[in-house]
């Protein structure tokens, strides 16, 4: 019986630390990833948004499939 319950317990501390230390972490760098510019002084029109957005995107959705497939994986 309390070999079964240490099982147990080692299996929510490692549940625990897997979500703490790994899928947080990705969670937190998903938050940080920069989907679109946005202009700092004056408005851009339609052309220049959609020029910087895809410039952005370009450089950052390979960044974020790795992020997302890690963290598929890692609740898989």
Same mark, same amino acid.
Do not use: H
């Given at each position: 019986?309390?070999? @079964? $319950?240490? !099982? ?9 630390e897997?979500? +703490?230390?790994?899928?947080?972490? @990705? $969670?937190? !760098? ?9 202009p700092?002084? +004056? ?7 959609? !020029? ?25």
């Amino acid at each position: 019986m309390y070999k @079964v $319950l240490e !099982e147990l317990e080692l299996l929510m501390v490692r549940a625990n630390e897997l979500t +703490e230390f790994r899928i947080d972490a @990705v $969670l937190k !760098e998903m938050a940080t990833t920069t989907l679109c510019q946005l202009p700092q002084e +004056e408005p851009w029109t339609v052309e220049e948004f959609l !020029e910087n957005t895809q410039v952005t995107n370009y450089i950052s959705w390979p960044q974020c499939c790795g992020i997302i497939t890690l963290c598929i994986i890692m609740v898989l």
